[in-house]
C-alpha cells in the first residue's frame, strides 16, 4: 500500500514537470498573447477594418506594455528547441538583441502616449513604428518557420 501511494506520489509530481512548457514555448505563447490581446486589435484600426475608439484604443495601447516586456525573460542561452524560430545570433550578439528590445519597448511607450493624444494620424504613425521594431528584430534574429 505505501509503495503504491508512493508510486502515486511520484507520478503526480512527475507529470507536470515533463508537461512544463519551453522556453522556446513559453515565448511563443507570450508573443502570441500579445498579438492577441493588443497588437492585433490595433492593427485593425490601424487599418480602417476597425473603427477607432479612443478609449478603448488606448486601453489596447497600454496592455502592449507589460504584454510586450513578457517574452523577452524566456531567452535563457542556447534556448533553440522544437519549432523554435531563434536564430543563434540572440546569445553571440547580446549587445544588439538588446538594443533592438529596447527599442521595441520604447517605441512600445510612445504608442501609449500617442493614443493619449487621439490623434488618429499620429497613432498609425506610432503603431507602425512598433510593427518596424518587431521587424527589425526579426530581420537579425528570427529564421525561417521549421
Ligand atoms: C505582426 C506580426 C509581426 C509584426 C511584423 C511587423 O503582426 O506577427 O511579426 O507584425 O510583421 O512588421
Given at each position: 500500500m505505501k509503495k503504491i501511494l508512493t508510486a502515486l506520489l511520484l507520478a503526480a509530481i512527475s507529470i507536470p514537470a515533463a508537461m512544463a512548457d519551453t522556453p522556446a514555448e513559453l515565448r511563443s505563447k507570450a508573443f502570441k498573447k500579445m498579438l492577441v490581446q493588443s497588437f492585433e486589435p490595433m492593427g485593425m484600426v490601424a487599418r480602417g477594418r476597425a473603427p477607432y475608439n479612443p478609449a478603448q484604443f488606448q486601453q489596447y495601447a497600454d496592455a502592449l506594455k507589460p504584454l510586450a516586456a513578457e517574452?523577452?525573460?524566456?531567452?535563457?542561452?542556447?534556448?533553440?528547441?522544437?519549432?523554435?524560430?531563434?536564430?543563434p545570433e540572440i546569445w553571440t550578439q547580446p549587445a544588439k538583441f538588446q538594443a533592438d528590445k529596447e527599442a521595441f519597448l520604447k517605441s512600445v511607450d510612445a504608442l501609449a502616449l500617442a493614443a493619449r493624444g487621439k490623434d488618429l494620424a499620429a497613432i498609425k504613425k506610432s503603431y507602425a513604428a512598433v510593427a518596424q521594431s518587431c521587424k527589425t528584430c526579426h530581420d537579425s534574429f528570427r529564421g525561417p518557420e521549421k
Open positions: 517574452p523577452f525573460q524566456h531567452f535563457p542561452a542556447n534556448s533553440i528547441e522544437g519549432k523554435s524560430r531563434a536564430k
